[in-house]
């Protein structure tokens, strides 16, 4: 069956550690995003790519970085520069070019700062 | 700056009772409006509205877009607990990404 895998789904993280959360989709979508969820504020984008190795910053990219070196990877690094990075992390994918009127949601990845 | 606001914020209904969550927008460019619901971890899509006053349905879930009030209400009738989790509305505005509003947390005691 086609979808996003997320993982890990829980990650903890010590202050000054880098860590990537992992992003895969066998839908062959072309564009795919990073969204920070915290409570009462939904989501909020991080970063997006529309093709391979293009990226774009979202409203919220200080102190995230990503790659995407193929088109069914797009992983999220989370650096010791993001002060505040206990949130709840949720990749979407989407085809580009065709109005199909929906991300499609990975299972999320639960961050928090030991 | 487009925008997307959700109300109420939070609901607490009991079985049986029936619901509407509202989302209205304020965007540069309005091509679609979304709703999700989201239990646990990922959201699943519910509808696509693109156009006013045509009601898209699904079982107990309906919902219509009103264009000239810049909103949509989502109504859910004879709840269940089932239907407790988060509703996320977000519009498609011909931009790079959708905008989110903030979700409704619905939760239905038995």
């Known amino acids: 069956d086609g979808g996003i895998t997320q993982s890990p789904k829980y990650l903890f993280r010590k202050e000054g550690q880098n860590v990537t959360l992992s992003c895969e989709q066998n839908?062959?979508?072309?564009?795919m995003y990073w969204y920070r969820q915290d409570p009462g504020q939904g989501l909020r984008l991080i970063y997006y790519s529309q093709i391979v190795n293009d990226f774009q910053k979202g409203d919220i990219a200080e102190g995230y970085s990503v790659s995407r070196e193929k088109k069914e990877s797009f992983p999220l690094t989370v650096t010791s520069a993001q002060k505040n990075p206990t949130a709840f992390y949720l990749c979407?994918?989407?085809?580009?070019?065709?109005?199909?009127?929906?991300?499609?949601f990975g299972s999320g990845t639960r961050l928090t700062v030991v | 700056e487009d925008k997307v606001v959700q109300s109420p914020l939070s609901l607490v209904v009991h079985e049986g009772d029936t619901v509407t969550l509202n989302c209205s927008y304020e965007?540069?460019?309005?091509?679609?409006l979304l709703w999700y619901k989201q239990e646990k971890k990922a959201p699943t899509f519910l509808f696509m509205l693109?156009?006013?006053?045509i009601e898209k349905k699904s079982g107990r879930l309906s919902s219509i877009l009103d264009k000239k009030e810049l909103s949509s209400i989502l109504n859910i009738t004879a709840t269940q607990t089932g239907d407790s989790a988060i509703y996320l509305c977000a519009v498609d505005n011909y931009g790079q990404n959708f905008v989110f509003g903030p979700g409704t947390r619905l939760s239905v005691l038995p």
């Open positions: 839908l062959n979508h072309d564009a």
């Open positions: 693109t156009s006013s006053g």
């Open positions: 979407a994918s989407i085809p580009t070019g065709i109005f199909s009127g929906g991300y499609t």
């Open positions: 965007v540069t460019n309005f091509r679609s």
